[in-house]
């Protein structure tokens, strides 16, 4: 168990991370080939349909979740099961301990389970004197180190078969080949012999079926149905998460469970438990079986409106296998006890505040986990929840609590941009780069070049390059977001320059101010609703079609969280404005429809960004338009990863910024590609600073500048 740590102490210990070659290697290679694999199992099939049935029927059982755990009750002591109740972790653990000295248990042993690590069981049983040994290959690994699991499916997927190898050596005192089927050879030898011996079984399971009093544990190896058959005693943890009305209704998230953990078709067991295990051994004189049901905050967590979709978790991991920072740092540094998305917001319920403060800030909002999530968990959105409950549980730090009170005063916050211009000017030599960061930021950002603030921004060219057009093809209204307007004035340009030969009619309404994402991604949630609001100010007498954004970013925050900001206060502007709102590439291709342009074919790849692909689900649109500019569009494998930017992300975690964006150029180098196209201003600050900054011949542009 950690103690409370300092953001300095948790960044010191991301940076050993990738500084571990092995883990980078196996996460990276884990990655892909993920990928690949979940798209084969789910070939051919409904994905978001079976998805949404599994939120369905999980968000239905959540709320009838005390009339589910008295039928389970009723249906289980029927078959002879002694079913306990724990309101807290410590509850469980007393339970749990009662249990074996009440039944003479002194040895024993544990399939997999994640309930079990919330709750830090085997080191209370330990404590108690009892002998416990974890099973699962991987768990009795990590076991054996004094570790907590990496993964929730796949326990030791950190370490090499070399440092299993030397384990083992040490475990049995004799010299252990490196050689995979040996050391499982090994691992078996060594936990027959914990299994004939062991008095009492402990399990998890990853259903509990009400009208049958029947629990489903789901598996890869044989040790469950060990756990749960050999020894005399046989203990279940359960979350009050896990009760189902029926067995069809377990059934149906099973088809999804193993497809989206490790993208196998099924699991190699699939065990179903109705009462006591009737098998006999030698020594076995009466055998008991016994469910711990385990609350933990997850009855309050039911009652929230907000949060009670966490309990739609199934335990797949899914959202760590595409997580941009889980691949860098592994799952010892992205989590406490529960990894990836899913642990950085359950953290904060289980194990407190303290432990989840760090965690919170360590997500670049790329979305990538809730595009995977079996139960259809928001995780993005939680884990910004989470930030903003914390900072108004401790207090605000300095530097968010001024950054929420500039962008809630439009006037201050461009006067600042203004000013910056000419501050700057000792930094950049009359370049558009700052030649030396200033004393704001630290060494560990000189891993990219950054952009200066522009002379003229774009709010001041926009009336000379505002042409009048009597007989329009569309009227739009730009939204231009901060770092265009005041840094990227020339990806604006790009577009007017294609509104006009396309006959669009563009205004621009100069009360517009940030999105107010960067404030969210602070955890500022009250200053990101204020500027939400001088916003849908800005453009509510704007007598247009749409609303174009140049910066995907700005658009999927637009379209997708301002309007629960305001739901309190201009619900129906809210939903009219994030209705008209469109990216410019989808806006050009769609509705506009450019014409194709003779061109020389340059090799392009195009970096989707986060908010685009995922969060406004745009992916054609920006490919058929590079092939239209004349350049021909190339594919890359990365595609679809996050750059590493996601704004404070990059601030506050340097060094995983930078091996997430070194990843992305890579990838794209590797394609042949020599131009870099993307439809977002914060991608092409990360990635063309990260460009120079590495010598790559890779040019980076927005997509409006191919054109």
Known sequence: MRTEESLTEYKYRLDTALENPFLRTAMDNFAVAYRASRETAFSGMDVDAMIQEVARIKAAAIKNNEALLAEFIKKAKKTGVHVHLADTAEDANRIIGEIARNTGSKRIVKSKSMTAEEIHLNKWLENLGLEV??????????????EGPSHMVMPAIHLSRFQVADLFTQVTGKDQAAEIERLVKVARKQLREKYVRADMGIT????AVAATGTLGIVTNEGNARLVSTLPRVHVALVGIDKLLPTLHSALSINRVLPKNATGQAITSYVTWITGPSECKTVTDNKREMH???????????AQDPVFA????CVRCGACANVCPVYRMVGGHQMGYVYIGAIGLITTYFFHGREHARNLVQNCTNCGA???????????????????????????????SLLLGKVLKNRKLFHTLLRTAKLAQKPVTGGTPFLRHLPMIFSKEHNFRVLPAITEIPFRDRF??????????????????GCVQDFVYPEQLEAAMKLFARTNVRVSFP??????????????EKSAARDVALQNLAAFENEDVDYIVTLCASCGSHLKNSLPSLVQDYAPDKAAVFAKKIIPFSQF??????VKPIAGKGRKTAFHSPCHLCRGLGVRKDPKEMINTSGNRYVETREEETCCGFGGSFSVNFPAVSNEILTKKLEDVQTSGADLLVTECPGCVMQLRGGALKQNRDITVIHLSELF
């Not at 979709?309 to 739609?312: P, T």
């Not at 809730?370 to 549980?393: F, N, S, Y």
């Open 463 to 480: 009336e000379k390059l505002s042409q009048p057009i009597k007989t329009p093809s569309h009227k739009i209204a730009l939204f231009s």
């Open 588 to 593: 050009m291709n769609q509705v506009v429809g």
């Open 291 to 301: 469910i711990v049901f385990l609350d933990n905050g997850r009855k309050k967590i």
């Open 204 to 207: 998890g399971a990853n259903y």
């Open 369 to 399: 986990c809730k595009a995977v999530c079996a139960g259809g968990i928001d995780l993005p959105k939680l884990i910004k929840e989470i930030h903003a409950r914390i900072q108004d549980e401790d207090g605000h730090p300095l530097k």
């Open 309 to 312: 979709q966490v309990l739609q």
């Open 510 to 523: 100069m009360g517009q101010s940030c999105c107010g994402l960067p404030a969210l991604m602070m955890g």
């Open 133 to 146: 040994t974890e099973t699962d290959l991987g768990e009795w690994i990590v076991q054996l180190r004094h």
